[in-house]
């Protein structure tokens, strides 16, 4: 005796085929957000990536003149002021999206593993359609 009615598949499908097309909006969205941060009155910009690795670094001729430390401890600064800030843009995205804040987990980590865990059970649903189960 067979439990499983159909359209309970077909329902289930289709929300997991949802959910997949929200985490690959979401993927997108993330991939392309930016953090700024600037010290020493703007001297020194830092620009960084969504994961918060450093994309540009700009220093302004006058920032030329500062001492090794003062310059070091502005560029520290500015690339510390950049993550904050493409962290907080990840989070709003997030929140936006799925309605959580920042998991404390590797983001990138956590959407792959749930990425491939959304596809093996999309396929097992599919070979069950094909199987007539």
Not at 21 to 33: G, N, P, Q, Y
Not at 50 to 55: D, K
């Given at each position: 005796m067979n439990d499983f009615d159909p359209e309970d598949l077909e329902r289930i499908t289709a929300r997991a085929e949802e959910m997949l097309?929200?985490?690959?909006?979401?993927?997108?969205?993330?991939?392309?957000?930016v953090g700024r941060g600037e010290a020493a009155d703007g001297q020194v910009r830092v620009t960084v990536g969504?994961?918060?690795?450093?994309?540009e670094?700009?220093?302004?001729?006058?920032?030329?003149?500062?001492?090794s430390r003062r310059l070091a401890e502005a560029m520290l600064r500015a690339a510390?002021?950049?993550?904050?800030?493409?962290?907080?843009?990840?989070?709003?995205v997030m929140a936006g999206t799925l309605?959580?804040?920042?998991p404390?987990?590797?983001f990138s980590?956590?959407?792959?593993?749930?990425?491939t865990s959304m596809e093996e059970h999309l396929r097992a649903i599919?070979?069950?359609?094909?199987?007539g189960r």
């Open positions: 097309a929200r985490v690959e909006e979401l993927r997108s969205e993330i991939d392309m957000a969504p994961s918060g690795r450093l994309t670094v700009e220093l302004a001729p006058r920032a030329m003149r500062m001492d510390q002021e950049a993550q904050d800030d493409v962290a907080r843009k990840v989070e709003a309605g959580v804040g920042l404390d987990e590797n980590d956590l959407l792959e593993s749930y990425e599919e070979d069950r359609q094909r199987d």
